[in-house]
Nanobody, 115 residues
């Protein structure tokens, strides 16, 4: 399954970006979708996730600033990022789990927050 991530870029601290992850098939087929971030020299960590039922989960560091949402008609999951900080810099990866043991990663999109 192809996951296409987009929306990254360079933004000043305090600014906003919206990432998009578009799947090649209906996102109803996934139990779970999420965004992960890998900062330089660090492991890839969960930023935000959403389940098929709409339950969301956020890393403590982004709670209140980031919002994950979905548009089933467009097979797309979004990550709205507000009040961006330097520590939000990294490569953001879209992830999906279909619940039958299949896991999918999209190519990353770079987010750089300048101070």
């Amino acid at each position: 399954v192809q996951l296409q991530a987009s929306g990254g870029g360079l933004v000043q601290a305090g600014g906003s970006l919206r990432l998009s992850c578009t799947a090649a098939r209906s996102i109803f087929s996934f139990n779970y979708m999420g965004w992960y971030r890998q900062s330089p020299g660090k492991q890839r960590d969960l930023v935000a996730s959403i389940t098929r039922s709409g339950s969301t989960n956020y890393a403590d560091s982004v709670t209140g600033r980031f919002t994950i949402s979905e548009d089933n008609a467009r097979n797309t999951v979004y990550l709205q990022m507000n009040s961006l900080k330097g520590e939000d810099t990294g490569v953001y990866y879209c992830y999906a789990n279909s619940g039958d043991g299949m896991k999918y990663w999209g190519k990353g999109t770079q987010v750089t927050v300048s101070s």
